[in-house]
């Protein structure tokens, strides 16, 4: 039994919050802030069964959140805001003596830039306090590298090839939406892409490689070359990877919206003066292109994310997938939120609950494969995102 306050209102909080409530044996107590306080009043008032209390939070100012986590006292935070605020949350979690879990990597605002290394300097601070932080703890991250650690442990005595493969194969009917906040996806997207092989990183221009991959039950996609942030612990927690990359589809309507973005300018993440006051441009964009947690209703379509990977098992080459599929249909029907929020926010209700039940609880700062795969594993299905795996098939890659 315990107290949790969940930060961030968008599609992933309204998620995390409706699958916090359904395990009150674990959640007795839920808090949900934000920026905006009326979202979190209408996620409350739509999935909260009356157990789910609400307050405003500026998650950017490390004094109020010390303030509130004060006031309402959980053992833990979900943080499902933007990653912009990952840092300021972990400080006010340290003074308060209070564990930290989150779905995406610190980026700093004014660069477009996914690395641990932020956050990972919070180790010695965590352990000092006996506090746990897990990391990334949505699909992707999250899930992906579980499916990894699953792998390593389960499947192979080595892993040398890994492709994490995610396809998007929903048609919300909109001309251009992004799946999630537009300004931290449009930033993911537009970097370069970047690999790992034979022990360094390779760079690539963005959507340098593609591949024409096949997915369960959706069929074959055009899927590009990108860096996400799970290949760097990836790789550091499996030294035996020689090569790890990251696909995600894209259609060609999709790209040519985006390219038309960046080629006008709308894609800036610098400060430029409009009419005597300074904005970004991407921040601007955010405001006009529809609001992920809106695309649900006319979503068709199913999500497709895994892992394919080569590697040895007793002394033999093996091959192995392990994907789950999400139907965005049965994500909003049950939760009023698209798939992509449903499949980070189920994840992040488990890893809490995984901390909080004492089977994810050491202190430090944890990347989720750093975990055991089973516990987490053995529910995920339970709590609506069921999994399949297949040992020597054709992965593609
Ligand atoms: P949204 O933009 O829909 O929601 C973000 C929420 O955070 C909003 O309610 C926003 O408030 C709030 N917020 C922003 N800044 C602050 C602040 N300074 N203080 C308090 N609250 C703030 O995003 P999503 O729900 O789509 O995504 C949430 C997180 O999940 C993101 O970090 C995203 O990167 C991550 N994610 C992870 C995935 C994974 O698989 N690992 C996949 C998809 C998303 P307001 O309403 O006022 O704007």
């Not at 499947?155 to 537009?182: M, Q, R, S, W």
């Not at 795996?389 to 992965?395: V, Y």
């Amino acid at each position: 039994m315990a107290k949790v306050l969940i930060i961030g209102a968008g599609g992933v909080g309204r998620v995390v919050t409706q699958k916090c409530v359904s395990v009150p044996e674990v959640f007795s107590s839920i808090m949900l802030a934000s920026r905006t306080k009326s979202k979190c009043d209408v996620i409350a008032r739509e999935v909260g069964q009356g157990r789910v209390e609400t307050a405003q939070v500026d998650a950017d100012n490390v004094p109020e959140l010390v303030e509130l986590i004060n006031q309402f006292k959980p053992e833990l935070v979900i943080n499902v805001a933007l990653p912009y605020q990952d840092l300021t949350i972990m400080d006010a979690c340290l003074e308060t003596g209070v564990h930290y879990l989150d779905t995406a990597n610190y980026e700093p605002r004014d660069e477009a830039k996914f690395e641990y290394k932020w956050q990972w300097a919070y180790q010695d601070r965590f352990k000092e306090k006996d506090l746990t932080a897990i990391l990334g703890c949505g699909f992707d991250p999250g899930v992906t590298s579980i499916f990894t650690s699953h792998a390593a442990k389960h499947h192979f005595d080595e892993i040398h090839y890994l492709d994490i493969v995610d396809c998007n194969g929903g048609d919300h009917g909109k001309a251009f939406a992004t799946n999630f906040n537009p300004e931290i996806n449009i930033r993911e997207i537009t970097q370069k892409g970047k690999y790992w092989e034979n022990g360094q990183w390779v760079e690539t221009e963005p959507f340098e490689f593609r591949k024409e991959l096949n997915y369960p039950n959706i069929g074959s996609r055009s899927s590009y070359l990108l860096y996400h942030e799970e290949l760097e612990s990836l790789v550091k927690n499996f030294p035996t990877i020689k090569r790890a990359r990251f696909w995600m589809t894209f259609g060609d309507e999709y790209l040519t919206h985006l390219r038309v973005i960046q080629n006008i300018g709308m894609s800036r993440i610098d400060s430029v003066k409009y009419k005597g006051v300074d904005m970004i441009p991407l921040e601007f964009l955010k405001e006009v292109l529809p609001n992920p947690g809106d695309l649900g209703e006319n979503y068709t379509g199913e999500t497709s994310i895994g892992c394919r990977i080569r590697g040895i098992k007793n002394g033999k080459e093996k091959t192995y997938y392990i994907w789950n599929n999400c139907s965005h249909q049965k994500a909003f029907d049950e939760t009023g939120a698209q798939g992509v929020s449903y499949t980070t926010g189920v994840p992040a209700m488990l890893g809490a609950k995984m901390l909080l039940t004492g089977q994810w609880k050491k202190p430090g700062v944890f990347n989720v494969e750093e975990f055991n795969p089973d516990p987490f594993l053995e529910k995920l299905g339970e709590y609506g995102l069921p999994w399949h795996e297949e040992s020597n098939i054709d992965i593609e890659v």
